[in-house]
């Protein structure tokens, strides 16, 4: 029998039934990874459902720093019948099973080549807790403290994040240290431990954090000076409202009246909460809304109505399976082309593709700066994976000098001093973006009427063909303008070495970042470009040009990234091959290496690479 | 457009309190049909603002889409307007107010924005008890489009067209009154004796205040054959009686008949009168209204006049305690907590 053997480089996966407490418990068993000092990313796979379907939590340990996920499970922790036989087959061999002993194994089941470890979960918990849902709960806690002896986790983190955990609830703290020490005392005295895989603290993670994307744009709309919130509850995208709710009623506050510097209204829909964003903005607050892809559909005729009218709007789009309601607790990329012009009629969306936690704190932040700007939406484009799944990342910073930039908006003053007449959509500057206004900020001066119909300067209903099309080439112009300042793309070579590119975004970073260093191994180099914004700016272009071929990876089939790229920017659509990996998992380094490989060195390799089931 | 709007004005016309002229609450020339109910309306919401002494520049007038939508570029020149999208005026004028509580919000939409595209964002819009005015022009028709039914036309009346709806109708006050509306009233077009003092009651009440208006199309639906004309609805109105609202500052000057009038003190002071006519009704009560407006459609009438108000009301702003002032006045002192505060989060995160 083999047994894998590494140093601070597996994969784990829990499988756990839904609505039995496993998230907790597994959470601590990242974070204890993450307190060794190890750099840690944790994957949730789970069912659109509330209690009793399989749920996954997979998680990668890798010293070498790589966050994406990675093929090949190293171990198992067995918790569901329901999946058993799939759990147990997945593993790879010689990898490890953990799984409840308290009957016996299905001899079916059995494989000689990975290593099974029965612990009896059961009836450890059935001789210590008369309590059942006691027994379910502790069952978790005993399984995280087996591991923690098989795998050699420190217990005093372990201890720490119980106690951090149960923080105010003091009386809970001690039951669960207890349930700890079953397990990891049982895995002492049964197994040899720890096992030939197994962790060792490291110091690799420095000062940085590990929380989920939806939080973090949470907590920058707090930052950024958000005030009004309309929004309709869709996965994955509801805990960003969540965050921004929590954070705001705790640092939002007004001491003296207890009150609060914020209002949100949980709309009957999307089309309502967008028009919440839209009436706050249009009057002066800064307003967002978060959705995903359905929701994204029906705000379409509202986002084309802001772009038209020229209304500031933040929108937090948390991609996830397509089309339709696709695989709702799924990840991908896949409302590129359906923001990017959202709605009907010439439009154009300005979209921000953050890769981890931090940047969605930066983007949460300057989308609102930009959005009032530029007078036009900024969709925020996060996924399913980023936005539900901790991740590792550098902490956030706030300048505390920083001003919010409120845009070109004439106030009392300006209006006063004014003797020509106010034109809402003159563009007075040249850079295509005209001034607005407040209502109510003068008795007589800078009122206009705002409508999605044609209108003159004057903000005038008019369907004159010279008129229209002038209005039409200023929205032109100002989309050139957005261009310097939407965040440039990020290069990951200083000058590009290769003649082949890689180019991507959001969270097929890290994996892409690891299949760069694997095919350079190989023997292939390719140059990296991370896309930060659309529209794409002229560094993007140059990219391409200075490539052959340039590999685009996306989390969606049609090469949405790619056609945006051949329609918007003037090079040849044969430079651009695209690497489509849309099946609704976080995509991996080896998926990446394969297509590349297989397109550089004519290799035959199954087009869309398969998941160890 | 070849015509220009009139500027001029009886010379003798006072200037109200706060010395604005009625040519002040005035817009554009309206386009619409001449005779159109709307333009009506347009009127009497001019004469309201006017004798309410609201500063024309505090009032924000937000649309849909429609006849009646486009009808705030015809007064209150001086205020900002949202004419939005189909359906969709509440949503939006939701986000306003949540942005400044201290403005007036005057919501303008038809029977087909709010009663069929818009009916959802309607029902929600009574709910949240938004502190606005919420006016529809209801003429049982799509002018636009040129003059299908609406979800208000009644059974058997018939448009230009000539054919009969099968369908049934909704009824806007009846719908507002269950969802939660805490002012509701019909009115007439045609009658600005009635419609003047409701908008200026409307105004005032501190939460979300709904007149349907019956405004006639006289295009495609002043057939003799709709319950929408202005014979019909002259012929069938009943009304709930006559109001009047006094500011809490002004002495109470008109007399009234013993027993004839009900009062309703506002949270601000102010008192709304209702003269009672014969119908029978307790406008302080849901129950009531819905009786009576049930009552009136089974004998044919229409019942006009105020409805229902709940001297109690609670807006939205008050229900989810948001701050005093508009939020979209706080800056960087009052909204970002600073590095101190994310260092302490950040630490939370390891």
């Known amino acids: 029998m083999t047994a894998i053997a590494a140093v601070n480089d597996l994969v784990i996966r829990f499988a756990n039934v839904n609505g039995t407490g496993s998230a907790s418990a597994n959470g601590l068993f990242a974070k204890a990874c993450f307190r060794m000092g190890l750099p840690v990313s944790p994957k949730n796979v789970f069912p659109s459902n509330i209690q009793g379907l399989p749920t996954w939590y997979e998680v990668r340990v890798s010293e070498q720093g790589y966050l994406g996920r990675r093929e090949g499970i190293d171990f198992i922790v067995c918790m569901n019948g329901q999946s058993l036989a799939q759990d147990i087959a997945s593993v790879r061999p010689g990898g490890y099973v953990l799984y409840d002993n308290s009957k016996p194994l299905d001899l079916r089941l059995e494989r000689a080549d990975v290593n099974f470890i029965g612990i009896p979960l ?291 003053q300006q209006l006063e001093e004014m003797s020509e007449k106010f034109g809402r959509y003159k563009d007075i500057d040249g850079d ?142 044969k430079k651009l091959v695209s690497v489509a990996l849309y099946d609704g998992m976080p995509i991996t380094a080896r998926q990446v290496v394969d297509h590349v490989t297989a397109k550089t060195r004519g290799a035959v390799v199954t087009p869309l690479h398969k998941q160890p089931a | 457009m070849s015509y220009a709007k009139s500027t001029f004005r009886h010379p003798a016309l006072q200037p109200n309190a706060l010395g604005y002229s009625k040519r002040d609450y005035e817009g554009g020339l309206s386009t619409l049909c001449a005779g159109c109910g709307h333009d009506s309306v347009g009127a009497a919401i001019v004469q309201a603002c006017f004798e309410a002494n609201i500063e024309p520049h505090k009032v924000a007038k937000i649309s849909g889409i429609g006849c009646s939508s486009k009808t705030p570029a015809y007064f209150l020149g001086k205020s900002h307007g949202f004419n939005s999208v189909h359906g969709r005026m509440p949503s939006v004028a939701t986000g306003a107010n949540m942005a400044n509580r201290d403005m007036i919000y005057l919501g303008v939409s038809g029977d087909g924005d709010s009663a069929s595209i818009g009916f959802g964002q309607f029902a929600h819009v009574n709910r949240r008890n938004l ?57 007439f077009s045609g009658d600005k004796e009635q419609l003047v003092p409701l908008i200026k009651a409307a105004l005032r009440h501190p939460g979300f205040a709904f007149i349907d208006v019956l405004s006639p199309c006289v295009t495609f639906n002043n057939t003799a054959t709709s319950t929408k004309s202005y014979d019909y609805v002259r012929e069938h109105a009943a009304a709930t009686g006559a109001i009047d609202v006094i500011p809490m500052k002004e002495e109470i000057t008109t007399d009234y008949q013993p027993g004839h009038n009900h009062e309703v003190t506002l949270h601000d002071g102010s008192v709304v009168h209702l003269y009672k006519g014969d119908v029978e ?70």
């Open chain 2, 131 to 187: 502190n606005m005015l919420y006016m529809v022009e209801n003429n049982g028709c799509y002018g636009l489009t040129k003059g299908q039914d609406s979800a208000t036309t009644d059974v058997g009346s018939a448009s230009k067209k000539g054919v009969a709806n099968p369908f049934t109708a909704i009824d806007l006050c009846a719908t507002a009154l269950e969802m939660g509306a805490t002012f509701v009233a019909r009115s």
């Open chain 2, 281 to 350: 009704l307790d406008v302080t009560s849901r129950d009531s209204a819905q009786a009576a407006i049930r009552r009136h459609q089974s004998e044919g009438s229409v019942l006009t006049g105020l409805l229902y108000m709940d001297p109690q009301s609670r807006d939205f702003h008050q229900m989810v305690n948001s701050i005093k002032g508009p939020l979209r006045d706080l800056g960087e002192s009052a909204l970002c907590p600073g590095q101190t505060a994310l260092d302490a989060i950040n630490a939370s995160f390891r």
């Open chain 1, 432 to 573: 295509g973006i005209p001034y607005r206004t407040y209502p109510g900020t003068h008795p007589d001066k800078g009122a206009f009427f705002t409508r999605g119909t044609s209108r003159d300067p004057y903000a005038a209903y008019t369907e004159l063909s010279e008129v229209y099309i002038d209005n039409m080439e200023r929205l032109l112009h100002k989309w050139e303008t957005a261009k310097g300042f939407v965040p440039e793309p990020e290069l990951y070579q200083e000058t590009n070495a290769s003649k082949h590119g890689l180019l991507f975004f959001g969270t097929s970073t890290a994996s892409c970042l690891e299949a760069r260093d694997q095919l350079a191994a190989d023997g292939i180099a390719v140059d990296c470009l991370r896309v930060r914004a659309f529209p794409f700016n002229q560094t993007v272009e140059q990219f391409i040009e200075e490539h052959e071929q340039v590999f685009v990876v996306e989390q969606n089939r049609d090469g949405q990234l790619r056609k945006l790229l051949v329609g918007e920017c003037d090079i040849n659509p």
């Open chain 1, 122 to 412: 059961a009836a450890i918990c059935r001789d210590e807790y008369p309590d059942l849902r006691r027994r379910q709960l502790m069952k978790n806690v005993i399984y995280i403290g087996a591991l923690a002896a098989l795998l050699d986790i420190e217990f005093e983190v372990l201890k720490d994040l119980i106690g951090d955990q149960f923080r105010g609830k003091d009386k809970l703290i001690a039951p669960n240290i207890h349930a700890l020490e079953l397990g990891y005392r049982y895995a002492h005295e049964h197994f040899s431990c720890p096992l030939a895989l197994r962790l060792e603290r490291r110091d690799l993670v420095g000062d940085k954090i590990m929380l989920e994307g939806n939080a973090a744009l949470g907590i920058g709309s707090v930052y950024a000076g958000a005030t009004v919130v309309g929004w309709y509850p869709i996965t994955p995208s509801t805990s960003v409202v969540d965050a921004f709710e929590k954070y705001a009623s705790r640092l939002r506050i007004d001491p003296g009246s207890g009150e609060k510097k914020f209002a949100i209204a949980q709309a009957e829909d999307e089309l309502s909460a967008m028009g919440i964003v839209i009436g706050a903005s249009w009057n002066g607050a800064r307003a967002f809304t978060a959705t995903s892809g359905p929701g994204v559909s029906l705000m379409s005729e509202f986002l084309g109505l802001a772009y038209f009218a020229e209304v500031p709007v933040v929108l937090f789009n948390i991609q996830r399976a397509g089309p339709s309601t696709g695989m709702p607790t799924r990840t991908q990329q896949s409302d590129i082309i359906s923001c990017a012009y959202a709605s009907h009629g010439d439009t154009k969306q300005v979209l921000l593709f953050p890769e981890d936690p931090r940047e969605c704190f930066d983007m949460a932040a300057d989308s609102f700066d930009l959005a009032e700007r530029l007078q036009t939406p900024v969709i925020v484009m996060s996924d399913l994976d980023l936005g539900m799944n901790e991740f590792l990342c550098e902490p956030m910073v706030w300048d505390d000098e920083r001003q919010y930039d409120r845009g070109k908006v004439f106030n009392q």
